[in-house]
């Protein structure tokens, strides 16, 4: 009993902090359950891509209701994150968890300080139109993001928000909205692959996915009114946090 309390307490919190983010809530699943519940990495990832999309339903509802959701931004990206996550889902099985922790740790250090340097833009979002070169960049990258999502179970989120607010100079409110649902269909793609695999341990993901489907309402009403500066200033301390806990984990086991 007091495991599957603390499973749906990490789905809320993830739900919670995921919805308000845009993110997803890998970044705190992933992690609870490898460095608290002692799960190795490679079963926890298909657990937080499973409560990923769930909480996308749940969170990115608020953010189309507020008119937050880019649309247009939501096709573009979401195809070659799609494709990217696929991929990374199939490499899961074959990467040994020590790298795997590795690239994860490294991604959320570089997103944190990007993230957090980067300046808030005052108007709407880009016209795709209008922004070819830079769209075609953003779609390229979206991919590569999507093969480290399905590979380490982040939803994406870390990636496509940091692109959409630094590279296309979407506001941040939108950057998050739209990333909700973005997260959400790459999230389907790669647990369609988890689920054929049997990778999704069933005696953990639904205490998870029910505490997601809770916290997700909460941190998508909480996003939609969220000050741009309180954002950047969590997201950067969540994702160093996470990193180094990832890092120092990785480490130990290579001794």
Known sequence: MPAIL????????????????????????????????GLDIKAAVPVSVAAIVI????SSSEYLRNGMVNLELVVVLTISMVVGTIIGSMLLTVVASTYIKLIFAAILVYTAI?????????????SIDHNGGRMRLCGFLSFCGGILAGLVGIGGGVIVIPLMFLVLGVPLGIARGTSSFIVGFAGAASVSIY???????LSVAPAVMFGTVLGGKVGGSLGAVAKPRVVKILFFVLLLYTAVRLAFGAIGDLR
Do not use: H, Q
């Not at 990007?114 to 880009?126: D, I, Q, V, W, Y």
């Open 6 to 37: 603390a499973l749906i307490g990490c789905g809320l919190l993830a739900g919670v902090l995921g919805g308000y983010l845009g993110v997803g809530g890998g970044i705190v699943i992933v992690p609870f359950l490898t460095l608290v519940m």
């Open 55 to 58: 909480n996308s339903l749940a």
């Open 114 to 126: 990007t993230f957090l340097r980067g300046k808030e833009s005052t108007g709407l979002a880009p």
């Open 195 to 201: 689920f054929t695999s049997g990778l999704v341990d």
